[in-house]
């Protein structure tokens, strides 16, 4: 008979289980370290739990563009409320549409709530218009126009939102270009001329046949008395300066230079809009020791971006200027003294919210539809704990006659059970409270009960592995083979049934939105877990107990007594007898 060879072990392998045991102590340690280390020692709780403020929006369609409130532009509007309130911090905000024309957006309480509620309404509808005319936020009394662009009889103007700003490349040496096309108020509010011309005398010339004065044009004459009567000061004027104005037609609008000082503007058709900027964000410019708004431009928007300043470089003040309109209203009109293409910066009267909020904004782009705040109401945690405590009182019972019926029908092996199901529960609150931090993650009711599911998940992998070691006991073999013999065909089945769990919690995560992402998260989570507990944890565990008395002697409290399992006799190779030898033949 040859001799076994050296280094072999038993059938399925003879495992290391103190190296396993090793690795899963030391990243327990390190990540409750680490836990402790952050601060974070209790997972981040989403807006059913810990309360915050729940936002109703309703579309509110543009004249003669009625049809723009539609599944696809609503769709549309709620990623980008999604983007822009996430891209403040404030992460697990729910944001979905109610019938056809509602948003709700909740927003769970944190340190960037108040900003997220000011962002979530605004339209961002973002364009670049030249500046034809500044004047005084109050109304002037003269109804006209003169060929410079200030109202005639009126002061000087004061100073834009961005008076001593200038708008520029990143470059920090601002260069002048060769260029002879400007804007003017009269050629963008141009009527048409009186035919009979002033002499030097002041009379009018004879041509021999005597004209009628043509009248001007209405649309002209009404956006330039819509100009003179505007009052900056009223929030309701404000507000309904541009309303219904197409981005090709002139329009007016209100900029705020200063902290309740206003001023008025006349501006021409957009050159630029929002959707021709690729990205925009706030910084702090260290030469100039203010908050700027840095943007880079798509191909097509430095092209168009490049036409218009090349325009205005040259021209005086105020038509060397663009305004930059945010819903409406004027951010900020600096002067252009180089051509620009790919890049530019929006500086003003700034500070760093501001300007954080502005190119947040900018970066996600224009709401498709415009947006009235139906209501804003704080959501108190009151119901939400009276959830938890119930969905973790149902955690507890459905432990607790997990533990029971695990320690009726396996006795000692219920111990090892036991052991791996406190590991998996403390690597998953540690795990869930670093993510908060980390990438956002907030324990929500659904998430809650995606744990709970879990309990399950994990005890039957347990079960999975007890049952294969108790058939190789029926066959007769001892119990430290049968652990490792029954080793190989139970991980089989402990990864196939994790990886379905996994796959279902992945496409549950994909297809869904809102609270049932949360569900979808922590069981997948779980689910990962559920393997390293039972390779890391439970099979060394496993391996160790069964070099001890209690259990390789099949104590009848052990869960592993082999009359009580029915095993059949130790097998062994039976000799047949030999036939007496007779001395004389041989």
Partial sequence: MAAPKKGRGPAGGQSRPGRALAIILIAMVALTGGMF??????????????????????????????????????????????????????SEAEVQTQGAENIIVNIPRGTNEKQAREQVGTTAQLYFRPVLAVAPAAPQTAPSATPSGKPSGSPKPTASASSGATVGE?????????????RALTEALKAPSPTPTASSSGKPKAT?????????????????????ALNCLDPKARAAAGQGV????????????????????????AEVSGKDVDDAK?????RRGMWIVTMDFTDSGSKKFQSITSKLSQQADPQNRFAIVLDGDVVSAPSVRQTLSASAEISGSFNQQTAQDLGNILSYGALPLTFQTQSVDTVTAALGGDQLQAGLLAGAIGLALVIIYLVAYYRGLSLIAILSLGVSALLTYVLMALLGPAIGFALNLPAVCGAIVAI????????????????????????????????????????????????????????????V?????????????????VFLFTKPVMTLLARTKFFGNGHKWSGLDPKRLGAKPPLRRTRRPHAPVDTKEA
Avoid at 52 to 67: D, V
Avoid at 170 to 182: I, M
Avoid at 251 to 256: I, L, N, P, Q, S
């Fill in 456 to 515: 399950g998940i994990t005890a039957d992998s347990f079960i999975v592995y007890f049952e294969r070691i108790r058939d190789e006991l029926r066959e007769g073999r001892t119990l430290r083979p049968a652990v490792e013999r029954a080793w190989p065909r139970a991980r089989r089945t402990i990864l196939v049934s994790d990886f379905v769990s996994f796959l279902a919690a992945a496409v549950l995560f994909i297809v869904t939105v809102g609270k």
């Fill in 37 to 90: 280390w952050s601060g974070h020692t209790t997972p981040r709780l989403g807006i059913d739990l810990a309360g915050g403020t729940s936002i109703t929006l309703k579309a509110k369609a543009e004249p003669g563009q009625e049809s723009a409130v539609n599944e696809t532009n609503m769709n549309t509007a709620v990623g980008i409320i999604e983007r822009r309130v996430n891209g403040l911090g404030v």
């Fill in 246 to 269: 197409k981005s090709s037609e002139p329009t007016v609008a209100c900029g705020e230079d200063a902290p309740g000082v206003w001023s008025k503007y006349l501006l021409g058709p």
């Fill in 282 to 286: 706030g910084v702090f410019d260290q």
């Fill in 170 to 182: 990143k470059s920090p040496t601002p260069t002048a270009t060769a260029s002879t096309q400007g």
């Fill in 517 to 533: 992402k949360g569900f979808a998260f922590t069981l997948g989570l779980t689910t990962l877990l559920d393997i390293v507990v």
């Fill in 208 to 228: 021999g046949t005597p004209q009628a004065t043509p009248k001007p044009d209405p649309a002209t004459a009404a956006l330039e008395q819509k100009f003179t």
